[in-house]
């Protein structure tokens, strides 16, 4: 066999493991995660929350950002069965969608609260998808990092 040969069959046996690989990362996909489109499929998985958190993840196929945080989205929503997870691609006939619900950058989320409406919105990067995940995980077991007033105001006088 050729070099050339070689380099081809190797070509094509790598293109194949890539189908593979795409199509395991598809049937990863949690069951609590829906792909919208449209606004109106968006509006119509909001108001199917029935008291849920939703959790929405913005991107794009060609951002590599937005592929990176793809295995920890999906582990995420993993982890919270009960709550709502939407995927929003950017695509050209939705791009006035991402505009319209003013998605400064990719990957970028919200977290809606079901009495609240949207609570978050932030960044999703690797960088800041720690604290994202951290948000998630308070609005759905129902805590809060805040400080109390009180306990707050009484530190800072110690500190005088």
Not at 37 to 51: H, I, M, Q, R
Not at 74 to 86: C, P, S, T
Not at 100 to 109: C, E, K, N, R, T
Request: hydrophobic share 35%; glycine share 4%; aromatic share 10%.
């Amino acid at each position: 066999m050729s070099n050339f040969e070689r380099r081809m069959r190797s070509l094509v046996d790598t293109q194949q493991k890539k189908k593979i690989s795409r199509s395991a990362a598809k049937s990863n996909r949690p069951q609590n995660l829906q792909v919208v489109t449209t606004l109106g499929e968006y509006d119509k998985a909001l108001k199917s929350a029935n008291g849920r958190i939703v959790v929405v993840r913005f991107h794009a196929k060609w951002c590599k950002a937005c592929q990176a945080v793809t295995s920890s989205y999906y582990r995420l929503a993993n982890g919270y069965e009960d709550a709502i997870f939407i995927d929003v691609p950017v695509t050209e006939k939705n791009a006035n969608l991402h505009q319209g619900l003013a998605v400064p950058s990719l990957p970028f989320g919200h977290i809606y609260h079901p009495t609240g409406g949207l609570v978050e919105e932030m960044k999703m990067s690797k960088k800041f998808f720690p604290k994202f995940s951290r948000y998630v995980t308070s609005y759905i077991q129902g805590e809060c990092d805040l400080k109390d007033e009180l306990s707050f105001n009484s530190i800072n006088k110690e500190q005088e």
